[in-house]
Nanobody
Framework: QVQLVESGGGLVQAGGSLRLSCAASTSIFNTAVMGWFRQAPGEEREFVAAMRWSGGYTYYTDSVKGRFTISRDNTKNTVYLQMNSLKPEDTAVYYC????????????WGQGTQVTVSS
């Protein structure tokens, strides 16, 4: 069982930045993948970014490329999402998720943190 706790959401003006954190309750295997997803009101949950814990694999959805950066701190079992140049359309609840390997389904999810970008 892996528990994930997100933090760092809030209200920011367009063009601003936020850094989301997701702390895992246990050590993360090198083969595991940590991902960020988001869900806007009335929309389906969508993929944002992911990285393999050991490194060497990162992936972003097109709408955030060049603005968002996923990273991790092995010593803290924490994954981050640095979000720059935020836009109102980035407003959503952001979730982190964990899966054992690249080919697996995400099996553990955090509770979500709200990000609101005002115009």
């Amino acid at each position: 069982q892996v528990q994930l706790v997100e933090s760092g959401g809030g209200l920011v003006q367009a063009g601003g930045s936020l850094r989301l954190s997701c702390a895992a309750s246990t050590s993360i295997f090198n083969t595991a993948v940590m991902g960020w997803f988001r869900q806007a009101p009335g929309e389906e949950r969508e993929f944002v970014a992911a990285m393999r814990w050991s490194g060497g694999y990162t992936y972003y959805t097109d709408s955030v490329k060049g603005r968002f950066t996923i990273s991790r701190d092995n010593t803290k079992n924490t994954v981050y999402l640095q979000m720059n140049s935020l836009k109102p359309e980035d407003t959503a609840v952001y979730y982190c998720a964990y899966k054992r390997t690249i080919g697996a389904d995400y099996e553990y999810w955090g509770q979500g943190t709200q990000v609101t970008v005002s115009s």
